[in-house]
């Protein structure tokens, strides 16, 4: 009987120990996320020392933590220009000329926004790198393109954004690829 009562008590402590570690757990704030390919250019030798070609997106990770994309309004809503992320301004820098969605890029560092609707989003390029996350004006847009848009089976809890390159001989083209919620967009790229 002893036994018995020293391991309820025991047992007793540990539930008790586990519910004050839950009670003062905090949700995780965002972190940042990098999508990067590196660009083999047939034929092309890159010399000593200098830092490979990329495409790369540097963003903030947000997560949804039981809300709803579109139905908690202050997520994403519709019909307004997002930044694209969390906390810091979200990145795209290519080191090569691309075409993007159809649409030419130089080379260089921009600020990345999407436009969401519920017809579909656009992507948004702006060429001020160093412009605040929350700085928006369409005199400063470079690129805006439609994106294709897939609903997912089962929701994505954070912000996630993917750069495949296409695995056919020769490449230099690929996929921009992002998804957060039941939402996924994307669209190709090829090196021009």
């Known amino acids: 009987m002893r036994t018995l009562t020293f391991v309820a008590s025991i047992a007793a402590a540990a539930v008790a120990s586990v519910a004050d570690a839950q009670a003062t757990l905090r949700p995780a704030p965002s972190g940042r996320g990098i999508a990067e390919v590196v660009l083999s250019v047939p034929g092309a030798t890159a010399p000593a020392g200098t830092a490979p070609t990329v495409i790369r997106i540097?963003?903030?990770?947000?997560?949804?933590?039981?809300?709803?994309l579109h139905v908690d309004t202050t997520l994403v809503p519709y019909d307004r220009v997002w930044r694209t992320g969390a906390n810091a301004t979200t990145t795209f820098r290519t080191d090569v000329d691309l075409t993007i969605g159809?649409?030419?890029l130089a080379k260089g560092t921009y600020v990345l926004f999407t436009l969401p609707t519920a017809a579909g989003w656009k992507l948004i390029l702006q060429k001020n790198e160093n412009q605040s996350a929350d700085e928006y004006s369409t005199s400063l847009d470079v690129l805006r393109i439609?994106?294709?848009?897939?609903?997912?089976?089962?929701?994505l809890e954070s912000l996630t954004f993917w750069l495949i390159p296409s695995t056919a001989?020769?490449?230099?083209?690929?996929?921009?690829?992002?998804?957060?919620?039941?939402?996924?967009?994307?669209?190709?790229?090829v090196v021009r």
């Open 169 to 189: 001989e020769g490449a230099g083209r690929g996929e921009l690829r992002f998804a957060w919620g039941m939402d996924e967009l994307s669209t190709d790229w």
């Open 146 to 155: 439609d994106l294709r848009k897939r609903t997912l089976t089962a929701p």
């Open 58 to 68: 540097d963003y903030g990770q947000p997560h949804l933590r039981g809300r709803r």
């Open 102 to 104: 159809g649409s030419p």
